[in-house]
């Protein structure tokens, strides 16, 4: 499924483009930002490759990534949000969503409606089974957003991630078709 378009009133998640590396770098190069990813900031080359890498994923037969920008009805990049599908047994049939918003984004529901999207482009449009999220322990706000959009917290995997300060917790979180309030 290539390109993808998939939209609320408030905000559209497209496909990301060559000159989308400053906007992206406002999310990814942000330290309040990262400081709940599993990576530390990006810079610009960084930034850069992680475009590209998605655009030739996005290419791919079976695409099993579906990284998006979110933007807004203006075209100001506000956010990345990717649906990865889970590979393995030939008969899985479920996904891992991330996503983040630019720091002067937050609060105002946009991260709701880029989980809505990426909920509704896994069950509505690639017929999954299962979507599920891992966030970090202490992003409070992603927890919220979870919950508000129906995904139920399964557990923690302890000692998940390393990053530079160390050993990282995440907390998952998941949805299966038949909860899906909008499909």
């Known amino acids: 499924m290539h390109p993808v378009t998939i939209t609320t009133p408030r905000l559209h998640l497209r496909e990301f483009e060559s000159g989308d590396a400053d906007a992206l770098l406002a999310i990814y190069g942000d330290p309040a930002v990262a400081r709940h990813m599993s990576f530390e900031p990006r810079n610009r080359d960084q ?59 937050w609060g105002r529901g946009l991260g709701g409606e880029t989980v809505r999207l ?20 202490v992003n409070e706000a992603s927890a919220r957003v979870m919950s508000k959009v129906g995904m139920v917290e399964e557990g923690t995997i302890r000692g998940h991630l390393k990053l530079a300060s160390g050993w990282r917790d995440s907390v998952v979180h998941s949805i299966l078709r038949p909860e899906w309030a909008d499909g």
């Open 118 to 137: 990426l909920l509704r482009l896994g069950f509505d449009e690639l017929g999954l089974y299962r979507i599920w999220g891992a966030r970090s322990p």
């Open 47 to 105: 930034v850069e490759a992680t475009i590209a890498n998605v655009m030739a994923a996005a290419g791919q037969e079976p695409r099993l990534d579906y990284s998006l920008a979110g933007v807004l009805p203006s075209g100001e990049l506000v956010a990345f949000a990717r649906l990865a599908i889970d590979v393995g047994h030939p008969l899985q049939n479920s996904g891992q969503i991330g996503f983040a918003l630019r720091a002067d984004q």
